[in-house]
């Protein structure tokens, strides 16, 4: 998973990175209070944070500590996941060329 945030410029330009630790992506629907308009989020939970500092701003808010519980956050409209395409194929044969 790739994560692109925007950035303060002018124009758009885009902060990108990875992790090596294990993320999770999920899109999920929140209602609004007036309980009728949908939005449409994506959400990244961050399953190992043990490699973080321990100064990183998450922990401080969810009065955590590195490596004690996953770390989810919403992404807002203007950002960018790129996830890998998961191949659910398991016929052997496809993709094989015959002569």
Not at 22 to 49: W, Y
Not at 51 to 77: M, R
Request: charged content about 15%.
């Amino acid at each position: 998973m790739v994560a692109c945030h925007t950035m303060p410029y002018p124009y758009v330009v885009y902060l990108c990175h990875f992790q090596e630790s294990e993320s999770k992506v999920f899109q999920v629907s929140l209602r609004g209070e007036d309980n009728n308009i949908v939005h449409e989020a994506v959400a990244v939970c961050h399953m190992d944070t043990s490699q973080w500092s321990p100064d990183h701003a998450s922990f401080w808010v969810l009065g955590i500590k590195p490596g004690s519980s996953p770390v989810c956050h919403f992404f807002p409209t203007d950002n960018l996941v790129w996830v890998p395409i998961i191949s659910y194929t398991t016929d052997s044969s496809v993709g094989r060329v015959s002569s």
